[in-house]
T-cell receptor, first 109, second 114 residues
Framework: QQQVKQSPQSLIVQKGGISIINCAYE??????FPWYQQFPGKGPALLIA?????SEKKEGRFTISFNKSAKQFSLHIMDSQPGDSATYFC????????FGKGTMLLVSP | NAGVTQTPKFQVLKTGQSMTLQCAQD?????MYWYRQDPGMGLRLIYY???????DKGEVPNGYNVSRLNKREFSLRLESAAPSQTSVYFC?????????????FGQGTRLTVV
């Protein structure tokens, strides 16, 4: 049973556009929802995270929107840049991280 | 400023061979993890150690064993490698398990079993 479902698998966005990646979770015991960014040949690195008691968190061009009743959360990347091209993983945690399958983002120049 | 260091970076094994993947962190973290990453599958937790002296199974523990050697080091052992264990393995560490704690990942070990 996949506890964290992520979509889309891949995404192509033009430079300056908005990238949106969605995730849905099953387990209502999850209490921490981070997003990780991974560049080729590197390990994932924390990008931004949210707790379920807030509906939105913004850090620079990156925003997490969280809908507790729908058990969904999403990552928005505003003014997407070629340097944002990477694989993005949503995750959910109670004690350990459960990851989605990842979204490969390509921002075209 | 090393963070999480994994060795080796690349390894080719024959089916049935054994090997140990090494991981060390220099951030004085209590918790350490081993994940495997396969195309289209995300990262799946193999084993973790919430604190020195404890280890627990994750989502995909079969075929693996772990040792928390001390607070810094957490090794992953494949006793009899199988082609299904071809993957990229990531070690990670965090101050503690649970919410509001960032996990730091190593650079990964790319393992091929032939």
């Amino acid at each position: 049973q996949q506890q964290v479902k992520q979509s889309p698998q891949s995404l192509i966005v033009q430079k300056g556009g908005i990238s949106i990646i969605n995730c849905a979770y099953e387990n209502t015991a999850f209490d921490y929802f981070p997003w990780y960014q991974q560049f080729p040949g590197k390990g994932p690195a924390l990008l931004i995270a949210i707790r379920p008691d807030v509906s939105e968190k913004k850090e620079g061009r990156f925003t997490i929107s969280f809908n507790k009743s729908a058990k969904q959360f999403s990552l928005h990347i505003m003014d997407s840049q070629p340097g944002d091209s990477a694989t993005y993983f949503c995750a959910a945690s109670k004690s350990t991280l459960t990851f989605g399958k990842g979204t490969m983002l390509l921002v075209s120049p | 400023n090393a963070g999480v260091t994994q060795t080796p970076k690349f390894q080719v094994l024959k089916t049935g061979q054994s090997m140990t993947l090494q991981c060390a962190q220099d951030m004085n973290h209590n918790s350490m993890y081993w994940y495997r990453q396969d195309p289209g599958m995300g990262l799946r937790l193999i084993y973790y150690s919430a604190s020195e002296g404890t280890t627990d199974k994750g989502e995909v523990p079969n075929g693996y064993n772990v040792s928390r050697l001390n607070k810094r080091e957490f090794s992953l052992r494949l006793e009899s490698a199988a082609p299904s264990q071809t993957s990229v393995y990531f070690c990670a560490s965090s101050f503690k398990t649970g919410a509001n704690t960032e996990a730091f990942f190593g650079q990964g070990t790319r393992l091929t079993v032939v």
